[in-house]
């Protein structure tokens, strides 16, 4: 499986602010993933994110809200806009190992929106 | 839309047992796959044990294994001779596709298991 990185690890925000979250993987992939997990909660899609087209977004996911750039096969971000409190979660990126469907996480973003 | 349902929040078992997490999806789709995943207090996803849904043969890995009854829609997993380092949060989750490309995963609310010593 691909390694996957984010950064940051972890990070507490003041409320109107924004957060740029970086997914970086060792390999080239066509498919990666963004998702969220609100505290003791289960995971959500926000977007999917295919280099060199607009991220898909979920329903109640907008791009005002959660901006996401694919620049190339190996790189992601996902930004969090005038974060509020309720943006407190954990954010975590996938990769899809070519021609396997099969998903690989990154370590998360835990966040704090104070 | 496909929903994914987990109806225990919680299980304990004693090392070494055999314990059956339960999950049970609703979907129209034919193209489909089901994943086990395993997220531990450090938070990482981990992926356990898939299932491609035109096979009728049950997945395994090591003590890891699914019964999969398609028709009933229910997609459970077995942990074998469990150990102090199966705790962790498991997570049922599905994946539609076509000659598209795959959707992201639609997860259940999870199962928190315990392994007691």
């Known amino acids: 499986s691909a390694v996957i990185s984010q950064k940051p690890s972890r990070d507490i925000c003041q409320r109107g602010t924004s957060l740029t979250i970086q997914c970086q993987v060792d390999?080239?992939?066509?498919?990666m993933f963004w998702y969220r997990q609100q505290p003791g909660q289960s995971l959500t899609l926000i977007a999917t994110?295919?280099?060199?087209?607009?991220?898909?977004?979920e329903s109640g996911f907008v791009i005002d809200k959660f901006p996401i750039s694919r620049p190339n096969l190996t790189f992601s971000t996902l930004t969090v806009s005038n974060m509020s409190p309720e943006d407190s979660s954990i954010y975590l990126c996938?990769?899809?190992?070519?021609?396997?469907?099969?998903?690989?996480f990154g370590p998360g973003t835990r966040l704090t929106v104070t | 839309a496909q929903t994914v349902t987990q109806s225990q929040p919680e299980m304990s078992v004693q090392e070494a047992e055999t314990v059956t997490l339960s999950c049970t999806y609703d979907?129209?789709?034919?193209?489909?796959?089901l994943f086990w995943y395993k997220q531990p207090p450090s938070r990482q996803m981990i992926l356990v044990i898939r299932?491609?849904?035109?096979?009728?043969q049950n997945a395994t890995e090591n003590r890891f294994s699914v019964n999969f009854q398609k028709a009933a829609k229910s997609f459970s997993l077995k942990i074998s001779d469990s150990q102090l380092g199966d705790t962790a949060m498991y997570f049922c989750a599905f994946l539609r596709y076509s000659g598209g490309g795959a959707d992201g995963l639609t997860f259940g609310k999870g199962t928190h298991l315990i392994i007691q010593p």
């Open positions: 996938s990769v899809e190992r070519p021609n396997s469907y099969e998903q690989y």
């Open positions: 994110a295919n280099q060199g087209s607009e991220a898909t977004y």
């Open positions: 979907t129209s789709e034919n193209n489909y796959y």
């Open positions: 299932q491609e849904a035109y096979k009728q």
């Open positions: 390999s080239q992939v066509t498919m």
